[in-house]
């Protein structure tokens, strides 16, 4: 029964770290238009590197060479994810945005996997991509946000391999803690550059707000459901992260979809899931054969 329970909370933490973070992009799309989307994000990655300071309590004297390296890798890669994902925001609907960001999970799973399903799944998602921005009369989308939404989902598949290493260096909380400070002073001086009429800091309390939503509280949740549930169950089920964007989106900021765009994103949705219950398969079979006895001793 624990187990179950254990199970049951995961997944509803999950969901809710889904929710609060396309709730968090869909609410900040007006502040991203009228002061800027680089400055708005720097000062919310620069917000959620506070918060988790205080949480974390990182002690940063111990850190050696090797962990600072790999941090602030990190840290750039989360600049550039969250950079490119929501100045694509400001230019295509979230759905859309979502929707292609994720082929980068996508393909950190698809590379696990052998022989057809490791080209058929990613091609079903592209396929999806394709139905979803292109139309009769051709892009149906900002041709600049797509690019950025392309950008933004290869920052993801940076971000789950180097949060791998990350976390093999030294605690999640501390790595991604020291990640978010890199990411902010990176962030900064771009969105100073670019946008320099920007009066981001006079909405601090706003921005904060929607900090401690996306990144804080989203990762939050997203450690504590990993601590309730396997890992292919919680990735099976944040696969439905696209359509929470659409919908969220559509009930927002009323940006609709037609069934044929609605479609693509089920169909990036059908390849995540097949690509996280394949590559689950592929390891259980390298298993056995490397431990041909090993359900016998499971038994036992």
Same mark, same amino acid.
């Given at each position: 029964?624990?187990?179950?329970?254990?199970?049951?909370?995961?997944?509803? =933490?999950?969901?809710?770290?889904? *929710?609060?973070?396309?709730?968090?992009?869909?609410?900040?799309?007006?502040?991203?238009?009228?002061?800027?989307?680089?400055?708005?994000?720097?000062?919310?990655?620069?917000?959620?590197?506070? *918060?988790?300071?205080?949480?974390?309590?990182?002690?940063?004297?111990?850190?050696?060479?090797?962990?600072?390296?790999?941090?602030?890798?990190?840290?750039?890669?989360?600049?550039?994810?969250? #950079?490119?994902?929501?100045?694509?925001?400001?230019?295509?609907?979230?759905?859309?945005?979502?929707? #292609?960001? /994720?082929?980068?999970?996508?393909?950190?799973?698809?590379?696990?996997?052998?022989?057809?399903?490791?080209?058929?799944?990613?091609?079903?998602?592209?396929?999806?991509?394709?139905?979803?921005?292109?139309?009769?009369?051709?892009?149906?989308?900002?041709?600049?946000?797509?690019? =950025?939404?392309?950008?933004?989902?290869?920052?993801?598949?940076?971000? #789950?391999?180097?949060?791998?290493?990350?976390?093999?260096?030294?605690?999640?909380?501390?790595?991604?803690?020291?990640?978010?400070?890199?990411?902010?002073?990176?962030?900064?001086?771009?969105?100073?550059?670019?946008?320099?009429?920007?009066?981001?800091?006079?909405?601090?309390?706003?921005?904060?707000?929607?900090?401690?939503?996306?990144? /804080?509280?989203?990762?939050?949740?997203?450690?504590?459901?990993?601590?309730?549930?396997?890992?292919?169950?919680?990735?099976?089920?944040?696969? =439905?992260?696209?359509? *929470?964007?659409?919908?969220?989106?559509?009930?927002?900021?009323?940006?609709?979809?037609?069934?044929?765009?609605?479609?693509?994103?089920?169909?990036?949705?059908?390849?995540?899931?097949?690509?996280?219950?394949?590559?689950?398969?592929?390891?259980?079979?390298?298993?056995?054969?490397?431990?041909?006895?090993?359900?016998?001793?499971?038994?036992?």
């Amino acid at each position: 029964m624990s187990n179950r329970r254990n199970l049951v909370t995961g997944a509803g =933490l999950a969901v809710g770290s889904m *929710f609060v973070s396309q709730f968090a992009a869909a609410v900040s799309v007006p502040l991203l238009l009228s002061e800027g989307a680089i400055s708005s994000t720097a000062l919310r990655l620069g917000c959620a590197a506070l *918060f988790c300071i205080v949480w974390a309590r990182p002690n940063f004297l111990s850190f050696g060479a090797r962990q600072w390296r790999s941090a602030v890798a990190l840290g750039f890669v989360v600049a550039v994810m969250a #950079i490119c994902f929501y100045v694509a925001a400001t230019r295509i609907p979230i759905g859309a945005a979502m929707t #292609i960001e /994720f082929l980068g999970p996508l393909a950190v799973a698809a590379l696990s996997l052998k022989g057809l399903r490791r080209v058929a799944l990613p091609l079903l998602a592209v396929g999806g991509v394709v139905a979803m921005t292109y139309g009769h009369d051709g892009l149906l989308f900002d041709s600049v946000g797509v690019m =950025l939404a392309l950008a933004a989902a290869c920052g993801w598949g940076g971000y #789950i391999v180097l949060m791998r290493h990350v976390g093999g260096l030294f605690s999640e909380q501390e790595g991604l803690c020291v990640a978010l400070i890199v990411s902010a002073i990176l962030a900064w001086p771009v969105g100073m550059a670019l946008e320099p009429d920007s009066h981001i800091t006079s909405h601090i309390l706003y921005v904060a707000g929607l900090a401690l939503l996306w990144p /804080f509280t989203s990762f939050a949740f997203e450690m504590m459901a990993l601590r309730r549930m396997p890992l292919g169950p919680f990735s099976i089920l944040m696969s =439905l992260e696209p359509a *929470f964007g659409a919908l969220l989106g559509y009930v927002i900021l009323d940006q609709k979809l037609s069934p044929r765009q609605i479609a693509g994103i089920i169909a990036v949705m059908i390849a995540s899931i097949g690509a996280v219950v394949q590559s689950r398969d592929s390891t259980d079979d390298a298993r056995d054969a490397r431990n041909p006895m090993g359900h016998r001793e499971e038994a036992c």
